[in-house]
């Protein structure tokens, strides 16, 4: 399993990473090391929960990959939120969702392109993710919008309540999704994350206890690690000269997406457009569906004031975004102009963001921080 993944090369990082205090690093050099370490846990966490899926029947398996699916990103999340710092959980969850949308189906489509002119793919299932996308986009447009015209304050007792509320929802209907997906259904179920150089159908490497193992191996470093990262995020961006909102934008969800966006591109690249769609696209549902309301409902739990409201600028690039990749899916074919489109709208997303703060990031002597 290690040695049919050049991934796997980079956990030589991982001790290194878990004792940068003793090696005397400062935060920005802990910070990049824990990101370099994580990105291999990253895919042995997707590797490991697929070989403890091969020990169950469909159904829980399933629920296996789609719950792990996004662990890494539900790790690093809840230790930034766990200190507080909520617009890095905010920021990263949205960067999450559009570097799967817009990056990794890009570069999927991109990397079909080149093999062939026009590349079909399941309709019904891309339609499915991007509608079940866009209502998750909508339980963040509302408080928002509410929150602009003045009906509460952020951080309210109704904004909070409202919040809740709409997590409540959003799970409920992501229980539903995971049951229709493990249901034989015209939905393919997405391939799990860390296999893309691995030759399909997968084979049994480990036995349950191996598996589990692994797997509980994997989350403990990714936890410790994340809680590494999520506390030399502050010293690096004062190191670096950049935003917060840029490394919770762009760093982070490349972080801890990356074996997953290999998987997709690999995929694609050998004409398996479905599996790529469903990495991709699956993946950004899980995250607005799942990972969203579930860290609101753990900061109600941990008395951490987390609501919908991810700012006016934040929610109206993602609506805008999600609207583009489901007018491009629309038709069941893709080439790489279309793949195209959607990483130049990325890139553009990513500039603006190295220039954009977050009014709460602003200092106090900033002009617009009390405006």
């Known amino acids: 399993m290690l040695t049919g993944n050049k991934l796997y090369y980079g956990l030589i990082l991982v001790p290194f990473a878990c004792f940068t205090q003793e090696l005397g690093l400062d935060d920005a050099q802990t910070f990049i090391l824990a990101a370099a370490a994580i990105l291999p846990l990253a895919g042995l966490l997707g590797e490991a929960t697929e070989q403890v899926a091969f020990h169950t029947n469909e159904t829980v398996g399933g629920l296996l990959n789609a719950t792990f699916g996004n662990a890494t990103e539900l790790i690093v999340c809840y230790f930034a939120l766990q200190r507080g710092l909520l617009l890095v959980v905010q920021v990263s969850l949205l960067g999450s969702i559009l570097s799967n949308t817009l990056l990794v189906l890009g570069c999927s489509m991109v990397a079909a392109g080149i093999r062939q002119m026009q590349s079909k793919f399941n309709l019904v299932a891309a339609q499915s993710n991007t509608t079940l996308l866009q209502i998750a986009i909508l339980g963040l447009v509302v408080p928002t919008a509410m929150e602009s015209t003045g009906q509460f304050a952020e ?7 409202l919040a809740r509320g709409i997590s409540i929802v959003l799970l409920i209907l992501y229980v539903l999704y995971v049951y229709f997906q493990a249901r034989p259904s015209i939905l393919p179920r997405p391939a799990p994350p860390g296999s893309s150089s691995a030759p399909l159908p997968r084979q049994v490497l480990l036995p349950m206890s191996g598996a589990i193992a692994w797997l509980a191996f994997a989350t403990v470093l990714i936890a410790f690690l994340s809680e590494k990262l999520t506390g030399a995020i502050e010293g690096t961006t004062a190191t670096y000269g950049i935003s917060e909102t840029f490394v919770s934008f762009v760093i982070i969800p490349i972080v801890g997406n990356a074996a997953e966006h290999s998987t997709a591109i690999v995929m694609a690249w050998k004409g398996k457009m479905d599996l790529a769609f469903g990495v991709a696209l699956g993946s950004s549902t899980q995250i607005a569906l799942f990972v969203v309301p579930l860290m609101v409902i753990i900061g109600w739990a941990i008395d951490q004031p987390l609501t919908l409201v991810f700012g006016v600028y934040e929610t109206i690039i993602t609506f805008l975004s999600v609207l583009i990749v489901s007018h491009i899916v629309s038709d069941g074919e893709t080439n790489w102009l279309e793949g195209t489109m959607l990483l130049f709208t990325y ?11 977050h009014q709460e990031a602003l200092p106090d002597d900033h002009p617009m921080k009390h405006a």
Do not use: E, G, Q, R
């Open 347 to 357: 890139f553009i997303i990513c500039f603006a963001f190295f220039f954009y703060h």
């Open 155 to 161: 951080h309210s007792p109704n904004d909070l309540t």
